[in-house]
DNA sequence: TATAATT
């Protein structure tokens, strides 16, 4: 591949100016006595090998000048190398060193792409200024796309993003050393042409933040691993519902900060999912982690990485009855794209973490083998007849994602109590859902919150309708 | 058309 990644481009790097203010004070590291400059640099290392930890990497980087700090990253609660790291060395010239040297230019051993250093996101003044480029063709290459954006100001970043056998995805980012550089791109390029092969005209417009991202992320968990998704729904009916009723709620709440903006469900790709499982598992520590406490693990013979997720889960008030406590996730009975208490944020995007490492580490063919040893929910009703509960308990919905069956219908409304059946509707002729469906609770105040809750809960694209059926004689007014 | 990863 020609281009930038080759050496074609010196990328403006390191741009971030010295502090304008003096007075040098001293930072002394508290274990290994060094001090650094006031000036110095933070840089992320990414795509280390996961095998390697702060002993192996030092020699790498200490050829550039004496190390204040270099900390792999870990997961917190599984201690999982996260395959990258920070690095801060005593002096501002040698991170700059160390950047010219090794970002993008070499590839550690077990990796596919090559190192990268680069200042961390906490040195750089948070403002905008890196582009998603959608709607190339699929020929461009990095070159091609900084020779696009060069105009508009000084590129920092351009990546073109490629599948596994590194074919282009017909996107990029581009980061620009400012905000109006950035923006000035967006005025020139966006929409202004269209690629040969491409669907629509050229997209630029500043990248996902963080959130954002996260948001993208669940929206494609719910849509893979969710209950759309048997043998992940049957095994951990409750916890699957709840990752998904979390997930949901995260988003809304992100949607709520970014004035209703929800970006559109895309699925992972089978291939990646194969693949994410396969990395993951190679990554394990090679001895078993202690169970922590419980039957669940050792009934399971599941290891404790999945600790994270039942306890956030069980950080979820549960009532009496068993039931876990609707109000927990939607407050106030409020629906799900209403506002949240940045502790309930916490707890959800723990909870999705939870989800992440989980299915990470659990290809879906080994689900169901696990999945066999779990008793079944008490709540769950096995061979349910269509039977329809007391006036007020029943549920119409509609706009039902296509793959939903009767169970998943069941395990999305769960949460709100005893659902005494669940009916998907299906075209005869296709034995495809016709996307609406019913179900009934045992008690209409089930029913009703999960109309709070559920009408209007975005599922992929779409937004279920939930209201309570109406009664046999309401149907036919004349 | 949304990255591999950011304490």
Do not use: W
Request: aromatic share 8%; proline share 8%; hydrophobic share 35%.
């Amino acid at each position: 591949r020609s281009g930038a990644r080759n050496g074609a481009h010196q990328y403006a790097q390191i741009p971030f100016p010295k502090p304008m203010n003096g007075s040098e004070s001293i930072s002394i590291h508290p274990e290994n006595g060094t001090m650094k400059d006031q000036d110095a640099i933070k840089l992320f290392i990414g795509q280390i090998p996961r095998n390697l930890e702060e002993k192996d990497l030092k020699p790498l980087f200490e050829q550039f000048g004496k190390i204040h700090e270099l900390t792999v990253l870990k997961d917190r609660y599984t201690g999982m190398h996260k395959g990258c790291a920070f690095l801060t060395y005593c002096a501002r010239e040698s991170a700059i060193k160390a950047q010219n040297a090794l970002h993008e230019q070499k590839t550690l051993p077990g990796m596919t792409r090559p190192i990268q250093v680069k200042p961390a996101d906490s040195e750089s003044r948070g403002e905008d200024r890196k582009l998603f480029v959608g709607m190339l063709n699929k020929q461009q290459t990095e070159e091609d796309v900084y020779r696009l954006f060069e105009p508009y100001g000084v590129i920092e970043e351009c990546t073109v993003l490629r599948g596994p056998d590194g074919n282009s995805k017909g996107c990029a980012f581009v980061k620009f050393s400012t905000h109006a550089e950035a923006q000035s791109a967006i005025s020139a390029l966006h929409g202004s042409q269209t690629m040969p092969g491409a669907s629509s005209s050229l997209v630029v417009k500043f990248a996902d933040t963080d959130k954002e991202r996260t948001v993208r992320r669940m929206q494609q968990m719910v849509g893979q691993f969710g209950i759309f998704n048997p043998a992940i729904a049957l095994p951990f009916s409750t916890y699957s519902t709840y990752a998904h009723a979390l997930m949901q709620q995260q988003a809304a709440l992100m949607a709520a900060s970014h004035g209703g903006y929800l970006a559109p469900s895309v699925a992972f790709p089978t291939t990646q999912i194969h693949q994410m499982g396969a990395l993951n598992i190679n990554s394990l520590p090679p001895t078993p982690m202690t169970p922590v406490s419980g039957e669940f693990h050792q009934t399971l013979a599941v290891p404790s990485i999945v600790t994270p997720i039942v306890n956030g889960f069980t950080s979820i008030p549960h009532q009496p009855n068993g039931h876990p406590a609707v109000e927990a996730m939607y407050t106030n009975g409020l629906p799900p794209y209403s506002t949240q208490s940045p502790t309930a944020a916490d707890t959800l995007q723990q909870a999705f973490t939870g989800v992440q490492q989980y299915t990470a580490i659990y290809p879906t063919t080994t689900l169901t083998p696990i999945g066999q040893s779990l008793p079944q929910p008490p709540q769950v009703i096995q061979q349910q007849q269509q039977r329809e509960g007391p006036e007020g308990c029943n549920l119409f919905i509609y706009h039902l994602p296509q793959e939903f069956g009767d169970n998943e219908l069941m395990q999305m409304f769960l949460p709100f109590g005893t659902v005494i059946s669940s009916k998907v509707f299906m075209d005869r002729a296709t034995n495809q859902s016709k996307c609406f469906g019913f179900v009934s609770f045992d008690n209409p105040a089930s029913a009703q919150a999960a109309i709070q809750a559920m009408n209007g809960f975005q599922i992929g694209m779409k937004r279920l309708k939930v209201q309570l059926k109406r009664p046999k004689d309401a149907s036919r007014p004349y």
